[in-house]
């Protein structure tokens, strides 16, 4: 009987045992499976989708913090740059914003902010206070919705009416680069004469012209100060006689000829490929044309390229050493996002816009607002001239920075209108209704 016990004691240790590992692996699969239900899914836009140095710098950024954090399964989209704000906009309306998403400094991110889309990145800049503090006055500016809280941090400078031109041109037709509207006229005249286009221009996307022309004109003609009440429409409306005067001074160009036939339908790529290759003598373009050069020209197209200010206008009350821009895009953060999934995304802002990543960007011939040693072997010497010409020249804003949505949409077609005949008082008259209708609302 004892035996029998003791085997029968024996056989439901045995069984306990068994249970016991049994239960212990059924645990650990368990556990598994949690681990794998808790990777933090994070998702981000950006408008990087091109081939040119600067969006394949930011991609890598992007893959590398994928890389080193295994724990995020992050869903990045590229979006090209011309469909990206109306994107954006589709699923702001229906608050299904991503995690994160590439912001443009002024209105853009402001309306985002008015619309409760967007919560404070603070945390990580008061996280890295040394990195916080190398960025350029002002490049926080757009972004400081309320005291002492940033709601992005650029990666990237705006400079977005850098003159080009072509020095062997020039010298070959024995013409000035212009500092004055006059000279201007006489370059384009002779250019003309010559069946060299004066000015290359890719307004399919019509934001090209007002980004890059007509803010940095306009300025010219009214100074800044005067734009900026229009804007708030305070004592200045875009009717008045000066603002009329500057779209008078673009309507000179179109009546001129100065840029190439069918500008209005091809790209501004495309504009760069036509200036770079010499059937262009000048290229008014932003910071980004570095970039876009520096990537599919070559080393002798290069060489021939310089770079200025635009002319100044004869009485202008505006300052003629100046160049519209201010602090570039940046990534701002959802409201939607918390938790776990809002510390990853934290983490990511900084990957993208820290020391590291802002070298990087800079390296890739593309300005940056911080403050950061560069390898002068990986830039190209246009890109130092350009950085030089910006450091030595005051920015003005650029006009969709702060015009309303409407207002902006309204300047870009209003443009586009100019170059096919319609007439600057119409185009003025339309934009003053549509800022006026956004302080109205």
């Not at 500092?179 to 003309?192: R, S």
């Not at 770079?276 to 003598?281: F, H, K």
């Not at 934290?346 to 816009?353: D, F, P, R």
Request: contains cysteine.
């Amino acid at each position: 009987m004892k035996s029998i016990r003791r085997m029968s004691l024996l056989l439901l240790i045995m069984a306990m045992f068994l249970a016991a590992c049994g239960n212990s692996g059924s645990g650990s699969n368990k556990a598994d499976g949690t681990k794998k239900e808790e990777k933090i899914k994070l998702s981000i836009w950006h408008n990087f989708a091109g081939d040119d140095l600067r969006a394949k710098t930011v991609r890598d950024l992007i893959d590398k913090f994928a890389q080193e954090h295994p724990e995020v399964e992050l869903d990045a989209q590229a979006i090209p740059p011309d469909g990206y704000r109306q994107r954006l906009s589709t699923v702001a309306a229906g608050n299904e914003l991503p995690d994160l998403f590439f912001v443009y400094a002024g209105s853009h991110s402001a309306e985002l902010y008015n619309a409760g889309l967007l919560q404070p990145i603070t945390e990580v800049t008061d996280q890295y206070p040394e990195w916080r503090d190398k960025f350029l006055p002002g490049a926080f500016d757009p972004y400081t919705f309320e005291p002492d809280k940033i709601y992005s941090a650029p990666i990237g400078m705006s400079a977005t009416s850098i003159l080009y031109y072509n020095k062997s041109l020039f010298e070959q037709y024995n013409v000035k680069v212009p500092t004055t509207w006059d000279e201007m006229m006489i370059a384009i005249d002779i250019f003309n004469e010559n069946k060299i286009t004066p000015i290359a221009l890719g307004n399919k996307a019509p934001w090209v012209a007002q980004s890059t022309i007509i803010g940095s004109l306009a300025d010219r003609v009214t100074g800044t100060e005067w734009f900026m009440n229009a804007v708030a429409q305070n004592g200045a409306e875009f009717t008045d006689p000066e603002f009329i005067e500057a779209l008078g001074y673009f309507k000179q160009l179109v009546d001129k000829k100065v840029f190439q036939e069918g500008a209005n339908s091809i790209d501004n790529t495309q504009a760069e490929q036509y200036f770079i290759q010499g059937n262009a003598a000048m290229m008014i373009s932003g910071a980004w044309s570095l970039t876009n050069m520096a990537a599919s020209a070559s080393e002798e197209q290069m060489n021939v390229v310089d770079v200025t200010v635009l002319p100044a206008i004869p009485g202008g009350k505006g300052n003629a050493n100046s160049i519209s821009g201010g602090a570039g895009g940046g990534l701002a953060l959802s409201t939607r996002t918390e938790g776990a999934v809002k510390d990853a995304a934290l983490e990511l802002i900084y990957a993208v816009s820290g020391p590291e990543a802002q070298k990087a960007i800079a390296e890739s011939n593309s300005m940056v607002m911080y403050d950061t040693d560069i390898d002068e072997s990986k830039v190209s010497s246009l890109y130092y001239k350009a950085f030089n010409l910006v450091k030595q020249s005051n920015i003005t804003p650029v006009y969709d920075a702060y015009l309303s949505a409407e207002a902006a949409e309204v300047i870009n077609n209003g443009l586009q209108e100019i170059m096919v005949g319609g007439t600057p008082e119409s185009v003025a008259k339309k934009l003053q209704e549509a800022q006026a209708r956004s302080k109205n609302q």
